[in-house]
């Protein structure tokens, strides 16, 4: 398990990253929905909401923001936006209770096709994060490419290509080693529930590439930086599977 500081900064890239995520997902299903409105006429828009408790406030009672939430003026104050094209609004409010959590399964890599696996599961419902470290993703690449470039040279050329790759490791040795300091992430995020508390997240990666991942688990919480609860952070190396001889 890593210290605080390392596990905050990942955090906060699983938030962005996760983000992001959402956006681009969001925007294909309007792109999808654009694609169908000639045979569907869409008449319903739903949009989740989170809102979390003021953090300087000396107590939080949830069952107020949920009043406020679901109150005439509140509904008045969307309607006047969403009325005319959208027509009159319907919200329900409830309070979402934060439970600890813990892994019940363990997160483990299984290799797959330009992709890892990863698996496992938590003890109450809330949010996994999981992420391959994108200096090792990038070395891969790399690796395989000047691999590519040597198995092509001449047998002098292929001399010179050792000594320079000879070089080039050390160098990887010194960016990985600086690396350490300011890791960067490629994550992706998962909701489980309480009637299934298994999850599953696929990871891409260069064929035959050797990826350092991490997964953490949260609270039901969509922001992890202020999540009640968390797991354990689990790390481990799972490679790809490797390229595919041509018949």
């Not at 923001?65 to 005319?84: E, P, Q, R, Y």
């Not at 040279?153 to 290509?161: L, T, V, W």
């Not at 992890?224 to 689990?234: C, H, L, N, Y």
Request: charged residues 20%; aromatic residues 4%.
């Amino acid at each position: 398990m890593v210290g605080p500081a390392k596990a905050g900064r990942r955090l906060q890239d699983a938030s962005a990253s996760a983000e992001a995520s959402a956006s681009a997902e969001a925007s294909a299903s309007a792109s999808a929905s654009n694609s169908t409105n000639a045979t569907v006429v869409q008449t319903e828009w739903k949009i989740s909401l989170f809102v979390q408790p003021d953090p300087r406030a000396a107590t939080v009672d949830s069952s107020t923001t949920v009043a406020a939430l679901t109150a005439d003026g509140a509904l008045a104050a969307v309607n006047t936006v969403t009325s005319k094209d959208f027509g009159a609004p319907v919200v329900a409010a409830a309070t979402v209770a934060e439970a600890a959590v813990a892994w019940d399964a363990k997160p483990t890599g299984a290799s797959a096709d330009k992709a890892i696996t990863l698996s496992g599961s938590m003890t109450a419902a809330g949010y996994v994060y999981c992420g391959t470290k994108k200096a090792r993703l990038l070395q891969s690449e790399e690796a395989s490419a000047s691999a590519s470039a040597e198995a092509s040279g001449s047998a002098e050329a292929s001399g010179s290509a050792s000594a320079e790759a000879s070089g080039s490791a050390s160098g990887s040795d010194a960016h990985d080693h600086d690396h350490d300091h300011k890791e960067e992430w490629d994550v992706q995020r998962t909701k489980v529930s309480a009637d299934n508390l298994k999850f599953s997240i696929s990871l891409p990666g260069a064929e035959g590439a050797s990826l350092d991942w991490m997964c953490i688990g949260t609270s039901l919480n969509p922001n992890p930086e202020i999540a009640r609860f968390k797991t354990a952070e689990v790390t481990g190396q799972t490679s790809t599977n490797p390229k595919k001889s041509a018949p």
